[in-house]
């Protein structure tokens, strides 16, 4: 089963190594991983997309909560949550172009964020699935180049992943 899972790290120099080199250790494999600064400038926070029957994210958030530089760990698919993801599509501008631009900016909300001679670039904002129905939406043909950024994950409610002081 997929999980995101959100860890609050101190900022420092081979945090997220240590973090990404338990994973690969062990074998558990990383879907998808972001990584950014909270409004703690000492803290950072990372999001880890991977798989695994409950016993196998269990012992993850337990040897996670190991290291040193981890602060806090929080499996956000245990819980009601928000996740995104940011998908970056380049376009060949063709004939058929237009057709597949009516369906990702109707369909999905697509935002066009660049259009130059040949090619355009379409945002899409959404969840994991979205961003999958969105790309299969799209021709392979017409597709230049993709990008997408990982899950990003926020608890719902009151639960937060913060520090106290914070």
Same mark, same amino acid.
């Given at each position: 089963?997929?999980?995101?899972?959100?860890?609050?790290?101190?900022?420092?120099?081979?945090?997220?190594?240590?973090?990404?080199?338990?994973?690969?250790?062990?074998?558990?494999?990383?879907?998808?991983?972001?990584?950014?600064?909270?409004?703690?400038?000492?803290?950072?926070?990372?999001?880890? %997309?991977?798989?695994?029957?409950? +016993? /196998?994210?269990?012992?993850?958030?337990?040897? =996670?909560? #190991? @290291?040193? !530089?981890?602060?806090? %760990?929080?499996?956000?698919?245990? +819980? /009601?949550?928000?996740?995104?993801?940011?998908? =970056?599509? #380049? @376009?060949? !501008?063709?004939?058929?172009?237009?057709?597949?631009?009516?369906?990702?900016?109707?369909?999905?909300?697509?935002?066009?964020?660049?259009?130059?001679?040949?090619?355009?670039?379409?945002?899409?904002?959404?969840?994991?699935?979205?961003?999958?129905?969105?790309?299969?939406?799209?021709?392979?043909?017409?597709?230049?180049?993709?990008?997408?950024?990982?899950?990003?994950?926020?608890?719902?409610?009151?639960?937060?992943?913060?520090?106290?002081?914070?």
């Amino acid at each position: 089963m997929r999980h995101i899972i959100s860890i609050l790290l101190e900022n420092e120099a081979g945090a997220l190594s240590r973090v990404s080199g338990l994973f690969s250790a062990r074998g558990y494999n990383i879907e998808s991983l972001t990584v950014a600064p909270t409004d703690d400038p000492t803290v950072s926070r990372i999001t880890v %997309v991977t798989g695994g029957s409950e +016993d /196998v994210i269990e012992q993850i958030k337990n040897q =996670l909560n #190991k @290291l040193v !530089d981890v602060v806090k %760990v929080l499996d956000l698919t245990a +819980d /009601v949550h928000v996740e995104r993801e940011i998908l =970056l599509l #380049k @376009l060949r !501008d063709t004939d058929a172009t237009q057709a597949v631009l009516d369906i990702l900016t109707n369909e999905y909300a697509g935002i066009v964020v660049d259009h130059s001679n040949s090619t355009i670039v379409v945002e899409i904002t959404g969840t994991y699935e979205k961003i999958d129905r969105a790309i299969q939406a799209v021709p392979n043909e017409v597709i230049h180049e993709l990008v997408r950024s990982g899950a990003l994950g926020i608890t719902a409610g009151k639960t937060v992943l913060k520090l106290e002081s914070m």
